[in-house]
């Protein structure tokens, strides 16, 4: 899981190929139109990104996306959350609620109990999710000049959705180098990303 943003909705530019000699300008100053911001979460035997759009990026927003993913995969026994090291990712509110809610699935029996694992410290190659963010601003940021937030709100979930059907028909899991080792063989190497131990 990851946030991005927030993004402006203004002109961008981006790679493009000019003319020798031919100016490639933007206006330094821009109308405001608003800015978008999103969190998302990545299945890494799947490939299918989720997402959910907020006004910050903030403990609200990463509860608001568990819980979507709860119910999107509710017939799990255990769901595994990894994310960065953001203030936000351990605060106290978090683990307070995390703590609730599990217990709540723990007697109901109904749905995963969720296990947060933070990424070590320098570790981006390891946040898969960061190349897909980067992939759809490429797509739809990159060259755009959208009028409002919902326009560019469009086209964004337009590619997570277009995206999310490539791989359901064309399976492969995500990420390379998260492969090359399994981080959940051994539990007890991964004492420090305990939520419980913060």
């Known amino acids: 899981m990851d946030e991005l943003g927030p993004l402006r909705v203004k002109k961008y530019g981006g790679r493009t190929f000019v003319r020798k ?15 978008i911001t999103m969190a998302g979460a990545l299945n890494a035997l799947t490939n299918q990104v989720t997402w959910v759009y907020g006004r910050s990026k903030d ?5 608001e996306l ?6 999107q995969y509710r017939s799990a026994s255990k769901l595994y959350i990894t ?3 953001a203030s936000w990712h351990r605060s106290n509110e978090l683990v307070d609620w995390l703590d609730t809610f599990n217990q709540g699935t723990d ?3 109904e749905g995963p109990l969720i296990h947060l694992i933070p990424l070590p410290t320098s570790s981006q190659f390891l946040d898969v999710i960061e190349a897909i963010f980067s992939g759809m601003k490429k797509a739809v940021i990159h060259h755009s000049n959208y009028r ?20 359901l028909a064309n399976p492969k899991r995500a990420g390379k180098k998260i492969w090359d080792l ?3 063989a051994d539990y007890g190497s991964l004492r420090s990303g305990d939520y419980r131990e913060w």
């Open 148 to 167: 409002s937030e919902e326009e560019m709100k469009a086209a964004v979930s337009r590619h997570f959705m277009e995206r999310n059907e490539y791989f």
């Open 21 to 35: 000699g031919e100016p490639y300008t933007l206006p330094q100053k821009q109308e405001d139109r608003g800015a």
């Open 83 to 85: 994310w960065d090291a």
């Open 59 to 63: 403990t609200s927003a990463m509860i």
């Open 182 to 184: 399994d981080f959940f």
């Open 66 to 71: 568990i819980e979507i993913l709860f119910n």
């Open 107 to 109: 007697q109901s029996g």
